[in-house]
């Protein structure tokens, strides 16, 4: 592949992936609480996001809460839950054990060389992102940005109910105030891109946020 089509692939992706953005928010697959943060990124030049998620509180049906074989998801929210969504979730019969578990946001990043990376990473380590990495390398290298805010707890066995009453109301409380946690860092994200926000902005990401009101 030549430089120059590199280069030309390179932009094709990334207006795609920003086409996509728009998208998933149109239908509401978008967690709309982090597009200030994704809007951040693409008006990087040499970067752009997929498959981010701004944090989430899931209730799995699973032998172990990090297992991917027979795992089922019965529950999903990205904003905090209420004693009776999980109530109500334990009240249908399960197969092996459910783990209430608060995940902390998660960032996928493409970055045009590794100096941008760099750049990403710093960031992101500076917003609590501490277990953040490049994932994949290649001509389009992946940066995956973790925190280490996570939170399982085992709410019934293949049995029966283990957490209930106002067990399981400590439990709901404690887990919301995790994903508060969690969520804070996508706004200290934000501040950190932010500042190392580049001289030159790509376009389209510019006239968007300008409209919008993001570009702080």
């Not at 094709?12 to 509401?28: N, P, Q, S």
């Not at 970055?111 to 710093?122: C, D, G, N, T, Y």
């Amino acid at each position: 592949m030549t430089a120059q089509s590199r280069e030309t692939g390179w932009w094709e992706a990334k207006r795609e992936a920003w086409e996509r953005l728009w998208e998933d928010l149109r239908i509401g697959y978008l967690d709309d609480d982090i597009l200030d943060v994704l809007v951040e990124i693409f008006l990087r030049p040499r970067s752009y996001s997929k498959s981010s998620c701004s944090g989430r509180i899931t209730v799995i049906d699973a032998k172990y809460p990090w297992a991917k074989d027979d795992t089922m998801t019965v529950f999903k929210k990205h904003s905090p839950v209420s004693y009776g969504e999980i109530e109500r979730v334990l009240s249908r019969p399960w197969a092996h054990r459910l783990w209430l578990s608060v995940q902390g946001p998660i960032y996928h990043v493409y970055v045009e060389s590794l100096s941008e990376a760099e750049e990403i990473l710093a960031a992101a380590r500076e917003a609590g992102f501490k277990h953040s990495g490049v994932m994949v390398l290649g001509e389009t290298p992946l940066v995956e940005l973790r925190t280490g805010v996570r939170a399982d707890v085992l709410l019934a066995d293949d049995e029966r109910l283990i957490v209930e009453g106002e067990a399981l109301r400590r439990v709901v409380d404690v887990a919301n105030d995790v994903l508060r946690q969690a969520k804070e860092r996508n706004r200290r994200l934000l501040e950190a891109l932010r500042k190392r926000r580049p001289s030159e902005l790509w376009r389209p990401a510019e006239e968007k946020a300008r409209q919008l009101g993001l570009l702080g």
